[in-house]
């Protein structure tokens, strides 16, 4: 695993105390706090900047553009992707031209503001290290204009807030509807952790059933379900089927993650990376499963560059809401239980489930308190307090 990775690993700790504290006080706004999480850690680690409760200015910005950015690259969204001589046409007779470099300027304008702020901070001696800050010192080494540097920062943070948080939206529809992998995780992690401490990324060679149930979460919700589509620099042959060069390709990961390796796929079955029954089963289980070389994260030299920050995410953060919640159907006042579709998912070129009803409460008052103090401890440390 990158070792870069592995040097961002107290910020995704520091982030999901946070995470768990705001779980601890409102569970209802879940959507909100997993939206905090994720663009909370890019913000830090791309511009050296802190998100508190995702309602900052800038932040509403980004997250604008971000959803922006999802809609409009779903495949198909434009007649333009599946006519492409529409290109031809002139700016004031084609709307989508007018729309998109509108949208253009405005994600462009933000990307700048951002790069900004740092380049400024490095003239008065305060930028902490950061994303931004490297690419300003080496600019020269990259040889990139300034506006290709702020895109790659600033892509970065579109591609990596939407995803995590949309994958751990189905993680927790999986809990509320399988409570019987709640239950192995959790006595997995109890057995692991103890009560005396939080789940940590020491413990994670020791939690198979956790990495488990990540990866067949990312199996069976892939948030890119139609995948990224490329297209084919050179004629190319798939299946005695001649595709020329230009084609584009959509590698379709719904269907990929229900071929024949995966017995009864439709059913979220975490067994099939822990038992060798299975033809997905590899050892040893201190290593495996990993989501290394996973379709889930696409393939190729344009593999997500953020798959092993994401594995980290994922992997604290389940591990850490099995150890603190216990999750489950909401009632009603009757005390009837209340229903969550299976599949009501969003569309688009990222996919999540729609908004859901369900209960999260802390397993103990142990457990809530010990939260309450690493959240004070976090804060004390943080080595951004007040950014
Ligand atoms: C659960 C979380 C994530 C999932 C499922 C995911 C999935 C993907 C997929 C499927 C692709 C397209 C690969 C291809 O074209 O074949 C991709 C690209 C990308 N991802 Fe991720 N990703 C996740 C998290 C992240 C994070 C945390 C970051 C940043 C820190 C990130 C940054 C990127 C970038 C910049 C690209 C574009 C790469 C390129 O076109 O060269 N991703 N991701």
Known sequence: MSSAATSYQPVQVLESTRLLYDF??????????LERYSSGLIFRLGFGKTIKTGN???VRRIMHVVHTVERVASPGAYLVDTFPTLMCLPAWLAPFKQELGRLHKEELGLFRQLQDDVRQEMKDGKAPQCWERTFLEDQAEYGLSSDEGAYVVGTLFEAGAGTTAAAM??????MVHHPVWQARLQHEIDTVVGPQSIPGFNHMPSLPTVRAVVKETLRWRPVT????PHQLVKD???NGLFLPAGTNIHANQWAIHRDNLYPDPETFNPARWLEPRYP????PLTTYPTIQNFSAFGFGRRICPGMNIAERSLNLLVARIAWAFNISKARDERGREIAVPLYDYTSGFNVQPKRFTFDM???SEDKARMVERAMREAETEDPLAGR
Not at 169 to 174: D, E, P, Q, R, W
Not at 225 to 228: E, I, R, T
Not at 280 to 283: K, L
């Open 24 to 33: 601890l006080r409102t569970p209802a706004e879940y959507e909100n706090h």
């Open 169 to 174: 939206m189905s993680f927790l529809l999986a």
């Open 280 to 283: 997905t089963y590899r050892e």
């Open 361 to 363: 409460k802390a397993r």
């Open 56 to 58: 900052e200015e800038l």
């Open 236 to 238: 190319d042959v798939y």
């Open 225 to 228: 379900a139609g995948g990224v």
